[in-house]
Structures are given as C-alpha cells and as structure tokens.
C-alpha cells in the first residue's frame, strides 16, 4: 500500500508558520516575500523573506521550515538566516540550519570581495572570491560564479544563463517573468519579477520535484 502525505497535517503547518511568519510588519516598512514549498506538487512547507530598510541598506531575514516524511525519506529543514547589506553589498551572514537532523550554526562577515566564515559543522575559510551564499531572493545573484551553500557554507562554482522573458504561474495567476537556468555544482531554474525579486525556483532534492512559488500572505493563511 503506498504511502501518501496527510493533507491535513501539511495544511495545519503551513497555517501555524503563516501566521507565525508571514504578516509584513507595516511598523518598520519592511517587504516580506512568501513562499510555499512544494514536493511533486503537494505543499511541504514554507519560507518567508523579510526584506527590511536600514539607515545604510537592509537587514533580510529568511525563514524557511518544511517538515514531511515519505516512505523512508524525511524532509525536515529548518533554517533562519540574518543578512546585512549596505549600498547592495554584503557585510555579514548568520545562519542556523537543522537539515534532517545535523545542526549548523556559521556566520560570515565581509570586507569588500573578501570574507571570515566560521561556525558549528562548517570549516573556518577566509576567502577573496567575491561569493555570496546561495541567497536566490534577488536577481543580482545571478552575476555571480562563486556562491557557497546556506547550510553547510560548501563552495559552489556556478554559471547562470539567461533564457528570457517567460511569464509564470503563480498563486495569484500568470505574472510576468524573466526565467534563468543555473548550472554548475547547483542547478536552478529561477523565475524574477520586474521588481528584480524571486517569484519562483525549482530544483530536484532526493529524486523529487521541488518548486518554491511565491505566494502573498493572505493565500497562505486560507
């Protein structure tokens, strides 16, 4: 008999993190992108993207969090991750990751195109490569060949095309999009809206389809 995913446990957690995670906070100005995480088209879980202003740039906080089993492969990530930045440069990273059970805790700090990376479950790395973590919220990331991994702080060498203009579907219907595709030691294909910001990204993890879709926070919470 196959296994199948409780709907009703999938809905019950995307609810309580909508309402956890995903009211933008009027008060401070701050934009916050929401995403549901799909596994082969059914909801797993869910990331928010805080995007808020600072006297000299803005302080992003990413939440993710999915939590499901199939047959005898779990699916559990919990990640929150804190990013500076001034004038569209990084300055600093600070992430803490539960990845199916092994824990990271790293942070990084930035001067210029060089950065200190240390932490728990991470090697220490100074390096001068200009890399960001693998952030895909903004469209500037995709100028980048150097990138490391936001659990394990692993170097990535990356190359990423641009196919074009490609409208996607989204929640809230078909919205316009430029599409990319990033190969290399992390494959992607990235959909951005004409604000520059991530509208969806879809990849394989353990043999399945998995696709992040922006969706606003009122859908999530139904």
């Known amino acids: 008999m196959r296994n199948r995913i409780s709907k009703s446990c999938i809905s ?10 995903a009211a ?16 082969d088209g059914e909801p797993i879980g869910y990331e928010t993207v805080e995007i808020t202003p600072t006297a000299t740039g803005q302080t992003v ?26 004038g569209g440069k990084l300055v600093s990273v600070e992430t803490t990751t539960n990845d199916d059970g092994t824990h990271y805790t790293w ?8 950065y200190m990376l240390s932490g728990k479950g991470v090697g220490k790395r100074d ?46 219907g078909e ?5 990319y595709t990033m190969s290399g030691d992390v494959e992607r294909d990235l959909w951005y809206g004409t604000d520059g910001k991530l509208l969806k990204t879809s990849f394989k993890r353990k043999g399945y389809d ?12 139904k």
């Open 175 to 179: 919205t316009p999009a430029t599409r």
């Open 210 to 221: 998995i696709d992040f879709i922006r969706v606003d926070a009122n859908t999530l919470q």
């Open 61 to 86: 906080t990413v939440k993710t969090l999915t939590n499901v089993q199939v047959l005898f492969l779990k699916f559990h990530y919990d990640h929150q991750r804190t990013e500076q930045w001034q």
């Open 12 to 21: 019950a957690l995307i609810a309580g993190l909508a309402i956890h995670y």
């Open 127 to 172: 390096a001068c490569d200009a890399a960001w973590p693998l952030t895909l919220w903004q469209e500037n990331v995709t100028g980048k060949t150097n990138l490391y991994s936001v659990i394990n702080a692993e170097p990535y060498v990356v190359r990423t095309d641009k196919v074009g203009k490609e409208p996607v579907l989204i929640e809230a």
């Open 24 to 39: 933008p906070s009027l008060a401070s100005g701050s934009e916050v992108l929401n995403f549901r995480v799909l596994k």
């Open 107 to 114: 942070q990084a700090s930035y001067d210029a195109d060089c």
